[in-house]
């Protein structure tokens, strides 16, 4: 599988990150690049191995189901770079 | 006196609880140190000189008591990966901007608990991701250690190379560092320095900043194998904060350093002879080997067939896990806001444009495609069963042995810009590391000797799930065998 110029500009759309146009046919042979060494995963036989999920099985562990943090709204906010009484504030997404 | 910084972290432990010195005079010695040092080498990118008198003063009135806990008075660098509260902590990226955490992670936590002094934030590849901190939004460290009759800057590996510099540089006792894909091991071999992954879930993740959450774990790096021990014995426990830690016991590693090694198996990989290494690396491997038996082990011939595929295996799950995770560098909620049309989608879309760099883009690309509709079974899926099949590996070699020999890079140190500009190239540092970190196994780096050109090489010791101490034991054998007692001249 290779991508090209479009795919690049629709991947580059969906991580929400603005690619130059003149950069896109660049990007496209960057990746090709990686993808077509990861391709050498399709030699090993994978049938019926499960997902790697973790080298130590464990339980994962259960809690009651209770409000444990809370009322720290300014640490909250503290890092925003925008806010409003109390508020982050955003740009205007309703018109 | 002799240079209180230039103490191993275990005899400067030992030296204040004897009250030989104060914590205030060794902390003191430090801020001397990064103070002149710094600027050269970079390890540093915040200096909490204030603090760490604080802090050192506050062990005082402790040990003055004779009380204190395990690491009481002793001064550390911490990687700018974890969030410590109230100091700036950006993962050496613009996109956090001057993020300043409002709470601590659990593994700094677990080290201020024992007594540690915080000395400031290390620096490190831009969210962890490469393999020479030149991705660093801070520029790049510089290896402490430089070529015979040379002047050549080299890097001092990554991504926690600010850390192994600072070690290496005696600019602090030992530092917390943290490995995805070999980010603790590779930079400890190329600073002739101690570094350890531990078992995944060993030590939290909370208040880390997230790379790939399947692979992340922190680890120390020291200038001995028991230091290594002792850091690691702090850092680690089972957290309610982070579900994927492991609830056990942490057992008393220092214990294990200096205990005989006869009887025991170690493995020896047929498959870590990487085509184009370089003969003093086979060399050295050898006379690690010559060493072991020498000690009593016994060595055992294995094969782990699927390590060819560990590398592309974990460019899928790393750059996937890694375009999820840092989906959350929004502009909105923290860090550095770029507003661009004014639009939020344009927000968005230039705050990240802006806030990361090159590498870390291409990462999030590469992640985003091979989880996007219709390719996850193909990609991402395939390469977790492709671990699967690595950790069978090792399970079926750890039949046979107690622990695995290997190189720990493919080469020493390089200079910035000698490895060109191919991706690939880079990533395949990472070649003897990055199978522990699929199969979650720890894994230990130590100095085993230097290569002809005088710059330091590493062994690395793979242990089984939960038994980083043969991990300990053995690279202890290493140590005594190598003697490695080379220092960097210093010239900075």
Redesign the interface.
């Known amino acids: ?1 290779s ?1 090209d110029k479009n ?2 500009r629709k ?9 130059p146009e003149e950069r896109l046919e660049p ?1 496209a042979g ?2 090709n ?3 077509a ?8 036989n ?1 049938d019926g ?4 999920t ?3 099985a ?1 339980t ?2 259960m ?1 009651e189901d209770v409000i444990s943090d809370g009322n ?1 709204r300014d ?2 906010l ?5 806010t409003e009484d109390g508020f ?1 504030v ?4 309703v018109e | 006196m002799t240079d209180l910084t230039q103490l191993t972290l275990s005899d400067a432990v030992d030296g204040l609880k004897a009250k030989t010195f104060s914590s205030q005079e060794i902390t003191q010695a430090f801020l001397t140190q990064i103070d002149t040092s710094n600027e050269t080498l970079n390890a540093y990118v915040v200096v909490t000189a204030d603090k760490a008198m604080q802090m050192a003063k506050a062990s005082d009135a402790k040990l003055a008591k004779g009380q204190g806990g395990k690491l009481e008075g002793a001064p550390l660098g911490i990687k700018d990966l974890f969030c410590t509260k109230g100091v700036r902590t950006t993962a050496c990226s613009n996109i956090l ?4 955490p ?2 601590e992670s659990t593994v700094t936590q677990n080290l201020w608990d024992q007594g540690s002094v915080m000395l400031g934030k290390l620096n490190m590849d831009e969210f962890a991701m490469g393999s020479d901190n030149g991705t660093s939004r801070f520029g790049p460290p510089t290896n402490p250690w430089r070529r015979k009759n040379s002047n050549v800057k080299l890097t001092s590996g990554g991504s926690s190379g600010g850390s192994a510099t600072a070690v290496a540089a005696d600019l602090c006792l030992a530092a917390t560092a943290s490995d995805t894909g070999g980010s603790i091991r590779q930079p400890a071999a190329f600073t002739g320095i101690v570094g350890i992954k531990p ?3 060993r030590a939290s993740r909370y208040g880390m900043v997230a790379f790939a959450s ?1 692979l992340d774990q922190a680890g120390p790096l020291a200038k001995t194998v028991k230091d290594a021990a002792l850091m690691l014995e702090v850092m680690c426990s089972g957290d ?1 904060r982070d ?2 830690s ?2 056990l016991p942490v057992p008393e590693w220092t214990k294990s350093v200096g205990k005989s090694i006869k009887g025991m198996k170690i493995g020896v990989p047929k498959e870590y002879r990487a085509d184009g290494m370089p003969e003093e690396i086979e060399k050295l491997w050898q006379q690690g080997i010559a060493w072991l038996k020498a000690a009593g082990a016994e060595i055992i011939d294995v094969s782990l067939p ?1 390590t ?2 560990a590398l ?2 974990y ?2 799950v790393a750059p996937a896990e890694a ?1 999820s995770n840092l ?1 959350r560098y ?8 770029q ?2 049309d ?9 705050t ?2 802006k806030g ?1 760099g090159a590498e870390v ?2 990462r ?6 091979v989880l ?1 509709a219709g ?1 996850y079974d ?2 991402y ?9 690595i ?1 069978q590996d090792f399970e079926e070699a750890f039949k046979q042995c107690d622990a695995l020999l290997t190189p720990a890079t493919p080469s020493a140190a390089f200079g910035y810009g000698e490895k060109g500009d ?3 190239a880079m990533y395949l540092n990472d070649i003897f590391t990055v199978t522990a970190n ?4 720890p894994a230990i780096a130590m100095p085993a000797g230097l290569d002809a050109q005088g710059l330091p090489l590493g062994l690395q010791v793979i242990g089984k ?2 038994d980083e101490e043969s991990c300990f034991k053995v690279a202890a054998a290493i140590e005594d065998a190598a003697a490695f007692k080379a220092r960097p001249e210093k010239w900075w």
């Not at chain 1, 955003?90 to 997404?93: D, Y």
């Not at chain 2, 999030?364 to 495609?369: A, D, E, K, M």
Request: aromatic share 10%; no cysteine; net charge positive.
């Open positions: 599988m991508v795919t690049v991947v580059a759309r969906l991580a929400r990150i603005a690619v990007l960057e990746l690049g990686i993808l060494w990861i391709e050498q995963l399709n030699e090993v994978v191995v499960e997902p790697m973790t080298p130590v464990m994962l562990p809690r720290i640490q909250v503290a890092n925003a770079p925008r982050f955003v740009p205007k997404v | 901007g001057e993020f300043t409002t709470y078992t995944y879930g399947s309610k579900s994927t492991l609830h699927h060819k595929y592309p295996a460019y899928i375009s989906a929004d502009g909105i909620r923290y860090g550095a806001r507003s661009g004014g639009s939020l989608t344009s927000t968005y879309e230039t990240r444009a990361f883009q291409r999030l690309l590469i992640g985003t495609y996007s390719y193909a990609y899926l395939r390469a977790q069963k492709v671990r699967t099949r950790l191919d991706p690939v699929l199969a979650g196994l799930a939960l």
